[in-house]
Nanobody, 127 residues
Framework: QVQLVESGGGSVQAGGSLRLSCAASGDAFSIYTLGWFRQAPGKEREGVAAISRGGGRTDYADSVKGRFTISRDNAKNTAYLQMNNLKPEDTAMYFC????????????????????WGQGTQVAVSS
């Protein structure tokens, strides 16, 4: 199984930007579908964005469409989440997740579908 390490979290003011990174090791990165999830205090974890093995398919939660962009660089074994126009409601712990998948499978924002998880990186957005 792949191991995942997130980085790039921090504290920003509303309207600011952050780019999260998810570095993978331990297996062939390019055969994994990747997702970003977040969990705010007292709330359930929710799917934010997902990307297919080759990067050709993506999906986003309605709450982040137009503001967040998921991408990946398979040569660097790294996935990214570019977050623009951040809002206080984006404050949460952000997690990277992965699932080994065959070619052509769609992407999912369901946490139950993923099998590998990172430890998370904290994002705090102040108003």
């Amino acid at each position: 199984q792949v191991q995942l390490v997130e980085s790039g979290g921090g504290s920003v003011q509303a309207g600011g930007s952050l780019r999260l990174s998810c570095a993978a090791s331990g297996d062939a990165f390019s055969i994994y579908t990747l997702g970003w999830f977040r969990q705010a205090p007292g709330k359930e974890r929710e799917g934010v964005a997902a990307i297919s093995r080759g990067g050709g398919r993506t999906d986003y939660a309605d709450s982040v469409k137009g503001r967040f962009t998921i991408s990946r660089d398979n040569a660097k074994n790294t996935a990214y989440l570019q977050m623009n126009n951040l809002k206080p409601e984006d404050t949460a712990m952000y997690f990277c997740a992965a699932k080994r998948t065959p070619v052509g499978i769609t992407v999912f924002l369901s946490e139950n579908w993923y099998t590998s998880w990172g430890q998370g990186t904290q994002v705090a957005v102040s108003s």
